[in-house]
């Protein structure tokens, strides 16, 4: 990009960034399963019952350890839709986090568009969604700007 476009992009940008504050400011970050982060047995969609409505825009945390001698590895994918999602079925999931992505401060997720999004962890072939519980449906709401 050559420089005069480029200040020009910069700009827009600015103003696009000043715009859109209030969306922005709106926004929470929500660490997925609270201080139990994403683990084999605890119930998701009951946290995801209790911690809702989200909000387009906001950020889920998934919180892992990478592999190692003393805890499972987890993963996250998004299933394709309510049939896939009640039967655990990971054959057309997309991979969000893979078994090292979870570690340190986690890994984040923004709820971009306001849809349903089927998260699950993919390990076990598909053991710790359906045993584990390690699944649940978000549906984010439209940011109300006050
Ligand atoms: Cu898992």
Same mark, same amino acid.
């Given at each position: ?5 480029? &200040? !020009? ?9 000043? &715009?859109?504050?209030? &969306? ?9 399963? !609270? ?31 990478p ?7 987890h ?27 979870g570690? !340190?401060?986690?890994?984040?997720f923004?709820?971009c ?10 390990e ?7 045993? !584990? ?11 109300c700007?006050?």
């Amino acid at each position: 990009m050559c420089p005069k476009r480029a &200040a !020009g992009f910069a700009l827009a940008l600015i103003l696009l960034v000043l &715009a859109s504050m209030p &969306a922005i400011n709106q926004a929470a970050t929500k660490i997925v399963g !609270g201080s139990d982060n994403w683990r084999f047995g605890f119930n998701y969609s009951d946290w995801a019952h209790k911690n809702g409505p989200f909000y387009q825009n906001d950020t889920l945390v998934f919180k892992y350890d990478p592999p190692n001698s003393t805890t499972f590895p987890h993963s996250v994918y998004l299933l394709e839709n309510n049939t896939s999602y009640q039967a655990c079925e990971l054959k057309n999931a997309t991979l969000v986090a893979n078994q090292t992505q979870g570690g !340190g401060t986690g890994f984040e997720f923004v709820l971009c568009e306001i849809k349903d999004y089927y998260f699950a962890c993919g390990e076990r072939n598909g053991t710790h969604c359906s045993t !584990g519980l390690m699944k649940f449906v978000v549906r984010p709401l439209e940011p109300c700007l006050s």
